[in-house]
């Protein structure tokens, strides 16, 4: 497969962009107009496909899926019945692709009516007044599609490896970001809203439930390039100072969430490995922190031709980790507590912080070995010795800083402010 990803500067085709995201959202207000709606605004997104980014169908006369192709720079509208219609997307005005859109629809013997606001973009103006000529720049509509395709492919990976209620990879035309969300299982407190141009109701149905959420933006909305975002809803306490990856990821005061910027991935030596650190270390910060069950709703990657195999069968082989031994391998500056059952290896790593502090940094838990505590027992042995050390520690580290929360009897060894 070829990892290259391909180079963006939002800069310079940020009219270009906008002129696509109101496009979209042209086309996302009619599917949303005839779609039943599925929780967190599902049923409104779209999909990328090898050819731009797609609909799935619409419910609308004999049925209609619309297809944005950026490859041939059209939009492509088919229905139920075998009709085809199109135009292409070039420099234009957002009122002429409203009218272009509607004619389309009705010849697919669709019915054009929704609702003609923009929204979650600043200073909206109707899509039938807005006369204002906007570029189209075919080579920045490509390599952003062929990011995107990118980006999809890694976000699906990343999704097969949790068992609880998650979302398909989509795009959400309000803000342009193609996203994947994980959900704990939990309600969550009512949303205040206030997101601008859309409605409260619509903001507080979304976050009706704990999520942990990723995406990608084209740039925008707050930073003038592409980037990844991850966020927690509602945040957990210690989130913004969480450790993750890789290390130009940072918290971000005013939007409050990670950012990854695209170019730190796409400079990487392995751009899907730097994106999946990311996307894996800000999940295990919102689940740790937050008290997910874990060992409920996680489970390994999925491979190609492999059904994975259930919890229950898991565990009859299983040796148990009671027997085996916590070692653990100490330096001047960093080490690390290991355990190693049935050949699979386990980890929490810390680094020194002048005498008497360690800093716990990392745990890693192969999926393999979740659900038999295995994280818990190599916190408790870095307790034990730093009891006998007479050293405190700081958990950097969500799942030991969780851990750590979840037992009183162990807190005498943090570090005290």
Request: with cysteine; glycine share 10%; aromatic share 10%.
């Amino acid at each position: 497969m070829n990892n290259k990803w391909p180079h963006l500067d939002y800069l310079s085709w940020r009219e270009t962009c906008s002129a696509l995201h109101l496009y979209l959202q042209v086309a996302g207000k009619y599917r949303l107009a005839h779609t039943p709606w599925l929780n967190h605004s599902w049923n409104a997104t779209f999909y990328v496909t090898p050819n731009g980014l797609a609909s799935s169908p619409i419910p609308d006369g004999p049925g209609i899926e619309i297809l944005f192709d950026f490859r041939e720079h059209r939009v492509v509208g088919t229905c139920g019945e075998g009709r085809r219609a199109s135009f292409d997307l070039g420099p234009s005005t957002v009122a002429a692709f409203h009218a272009s859109f509607g004619q389309l629809i009705s010849e697919l013997g669709g019915t054009p009516t929704f609702n003609g606001q923009p929204n979650e973009v600043p200073n909206p103006i109707p899509f039938t007044e807005d006369h204002r000529d906007r570029p189209y720049d075919r080579d920045a509509v490509q390599r952003f599609h062929n990011a995107l395709a990118s980006v999809d492919r890694v976000f699906k990976t990343f999704r097969t490896s949790f068992l609880g209620k998650s979302s398909p990879v989509h795009l959400f035309w309000g803000a342009l970001d193609l996203a994947v969300t994980r959900f704990s299982g939990r309600r969550a407190p009512l949303h205040p809203g206030g997101i601008p141009a859309l409605p409260d109701h619509v903001t507080q149905e979304a976050y009706d439930r704990e999520v942990s959420s990723a995406g990608f933006w084209p740039g925008g909305g707050g930073i003038d390039y592409p980037a990844f975002y991850a966020y927690a809803y509602p945040t957990p306490n210690g989130f913004r100072g969480a450790s993750v990856r890789p290390d130009a990821a940072f918290w971000h005061d005013g939007l409050s969430e990670f950012i990854l910027p695209y170019d730190a991935v796409q400079s990487a030596a392995d751009p899907d490995e730097a994106l999946m650190a990311f996307l894996i270390s800000t999940y295990e910060a919102a689940a740790g922190l937050g008290g997910w069950d874990r060992d409920l709703l996680e489970c390994a990657h999925g491979q190609p031709r492999q059904v994975r195999r259930p919890d229950a069968a898991l565990a009859k082989n299983a040796p148990s980790a009671g027997d085996e031994k916590v070692e653990r391998e100490d330096g001047a500056s960093k080490g690390r507590y290991r355990m190693v059952i049935d050949g699979v290896e386990a980890e929490m790593t810390y680094s020194r912080a002048g005498e008497g502090l360690i800093i716990i940094d990392h745990t890693e838990v192969p999926a393999a070995l979740r659900g038999r505590k295995v994280g818990e027992r190599l916190v408790r042995q870095a307790i034990e010795d730093a009891r006998g050390e007479g050293v405190a520690i700081i958990p950097l580290c969500p799942f030991a800083k969780a851990q750590i929360g979840r037992h009183p009897e162990w807190q005498d060894v943090l570090r005290r402010s």
